[in-house]
Structures are given as C-alpha cells and as structure tokens.
C-alpha cells in the first residue's frame, strides 16, 4: 500500500535523522481524518523536488513530528507541460485541474477566453483560483508527486499569447483544424503548452493571434471532447512521445 504523502512549506536542510514538524491543516488531515499514529509511516515533500519518508514520532491536536530516514531530491519533468484551459462552467474546471495535475502539467493557466461561459470576476474569481489551487494541491499529493503544479493567475488573451511566443512547442486544440498532434515534432526538453478553448470554441481572432505568435493548431480526432477531458487527452498524446513517458 502507498505511503500517505503530506505537503510542507519547506525541507531545505533536512537530513536523514532531522525531526520535521508538521502543522495546521496539513496535520490536522494526517492526525484526525487518516489517524496516523505514532510509528506509522508517512512521506512528506514540499512540491518543489525533495520527498522525504519516514515514521511518526509524535501527534496533537494540529501537530505531528515526523522522524525522517530517507530523503531524495527528484529533478523537474522535462520537458515542462503548461495547460492553458479556458475558464469551464460548473465544476468542470476543477475536474480539468484535478486530472491535468494527475497526469503531469507543470502549470495551468486559467484563461479568460472571448466565449468562456463562466465569468471570474471580484470575489467569485479569488474564490475560484483558490478552489483550482486546492483541487491541483490534493491532486498532486494522492498523484504521488514531488514538483506540485502552479496553477497561476487568470489570463488576458494577450497575455496567452504571449506565453505562446515563449514555448519551445505551442499547440492549439481546434475541432476545425486540418494538422494533427501525430505530425509534430515533439522536444525532449524545454516546455510544451497546450491551449484548451471554451465550450462555445475559439473565435477567429483568437486563433489567428496565437498562430501569430508561433502555436500550431490541430485536432485530436473526429469526436469533440469537453473542454475538461480536452486538455488531458493531448498531454496524454504529447508525453507518450518524449522521454518523460518512455
């Protein structure tokens, strides 16, 4: 059975024999909800590269102390996978985070796009990015995965655009595409972004714009996916062609 795994802030000068306190939600989850004791095992990682394991030494209320003996450092995924997916009605942008985090993504970048249905603004937008950063963190820790995803601030689609122009492969997804993601010469290093349009499609500025910029417009098939299972089928068919899946 896999060992639980539990985010910290922070594993910078921990050592094989160091005691590492555990607080506040994070310990709360371990201690009340999966009732880890003490001698229990448990994994610990700050999401960015160090995964530490080790056994309970000691639980409270919102505390557990964790006696480490072994730790690794695990390099960065490459190349890197950042998910540009257009803002989804209802709970299907937690459901594309969730998934994107499973399979791998880097960062997601939540997307304003022309004809997106739901609509981030004041508080209901500070409300969503913190619920797409929960689902990313949750996901990430029952993923088993020591580099947590970003999932960054909303974006304009000139800000997109630009994150296009910067990518080592930009990929758009596009039902009225003739290319496919079968042509592409996919890089073993450097980073590939994906934009995933809304449920009422790209418009036509928006894809002249990011093919401006330099992205590649295809179509996974003759289905049309939602805008939630999107995004994990093309990761899905980019990785299976680099390293990182070989």
Request: aromatic content about 4%; cysteine-free.
């Amino acid at each position: 059975m896999s060992l639980p795994v539990h985010l910290v802030l922070s594993l910078v000068g921990v050592a094989v024999g160091s005691t590492v306190r555990v607080e506040g939600d994070e310990a709360h989850h371990a201690v009340a909800v999966r009732r880890l004791r003490p001698g229990e095992q448990v994994v610990l990682t700050d999401g960015a590269g160090v995964w530490a394991a080790g056994e309970v030494a000691e639980t409270g209320k919102r505390v557990m102390e964790v006696l480490i003996a072994t730790i690794e450092t695990v390099p960065a995924p490459a190349p890197a996978v950042t998910v540009v997916q257009a803002i989804p009605k209802g709970e299907r942008g937690e459901l594309a985070v969730e998934t994107l985090t499973e399979i791998g993504a880097a960062t997601i970048v939540p997307w304003a796009a022309a004809r997106s249905v739901a609509v981030w603004r004041g508080d209901r937008a500070e409300r969503s990015l913190n619920r797409w950063r929960a689902t990313a963190r949750e996901a990430a820790k029952q993923s088993r995965r020591a580099w947590f995803p970003a999932v960054a601030e909303m974006a304009t689609t000139p800000a997109v655009v630009a994150l296009v122009a910067d990518a080592t492969l930009a990929v758009v997804l596009h039902e009225e595409a003739t290319a496919s993601l079968a042509g592409l010469d996919v890089p073993a290093e450097g980073e590939i972004l994906v934009v995933v349009g809304p449920e009422g499609g790209l418009t036509d500025d928006e894809v002249a714009a990011f093919e401006a910029a330099g992205a590649v417009t295809v179509r996974l098939g003759a289905e049309v996916l939602r805008t939630s299972t999107a995004g994990v089928a093309a990761v899905a068919a980019l990785l299976a062609r680099t390293p990182r899946w070989s």
